[in-house]
């Protein structure tokens, strides 16, 4: 291994940490958006069955006065239609966001990936220097030996 090898994989190193930091916000903003969806869902499925209740019949004797009843039924219509829509929303969203998850989780494994190649680099480069600084020794010893001799 060279340094020119140990250089790529930093280069290499840094791009998947960035890669991994832009998956991981768009998974944060993507729950946001999902939580944000479900959020407006409730509130407009509340809001529906609030209208609802309208077309109960009155404490005045159980009678529903018929135009009440029609005004209720219409606004409960435009309410569940708003509700239906929502849901939908709420739905795009939830994809969206495990999208943004297995984006995330396969940006984790390509960092994990290129920092185990980094610790095979890193480890073959030391096993290369210390055979090297083990020849050196031995060259040394050997040079000393017949140095010696002579």
């Given at each position: 291994m060279d340094k020119a090898s140990a250089r790529r994989a930093e280069v290499l190193s840094r791009l998947r940490q960035f890669e991994q930091d832009l998956a991981?916000?768009?998974?944060?903003?993507?729950?946001?958006?999902?939580?944000?969806?479900q959020d407006a869902r409730d509130v407009l499925?509340?809001?529906?069955?609030?209208?609802?209740?309208?077309?109960?019949?009155?404490?005045?004797?159980?009678?529903?006065?018929?135009?009440?009843?029609?005004?209720?039924?219409?606004?409960?219509?435009?309410?569940m239609a708003r509700c239906s829509a929502a849901n939908e929303?709420?739905?795009?969203?939830?994809?969206?966001?495990?999208?943004?998850?297995?984006?995330?989780?396969?940006?984790?494994?390509?960092k994990d990936v290129i920092t185990r190649r980094q610790q095979r680099i890193a480890t073959t480069m030391m096993a290369e220097v210390e055979h090297r600084d083990a020849d050196t020794t031995g060259d040394m010893w050997l040079a000393r030996r017949r140095h010696g001799s002579d």
């Open positions: 991981h916000a768009t998974m944060l903003s993507a729950a946001r958006d999902a939580r944000d969806a499925r509340a809001e529906a069955e609030a209208v609802g209740g309208w077309k109960v019949p009155s404490a005045n004797g159980g009678v529903v006065e018929l135009a009440v009843y029609t005004h209720a039924v219409q606004i409960e219509a435009a309410a929303k709420a739905s795009e969203a939830e994809r969206a966001l495990d999208l943004a998850r297995d984006g995330y989780r396969r940006a984790l494994l390509a």
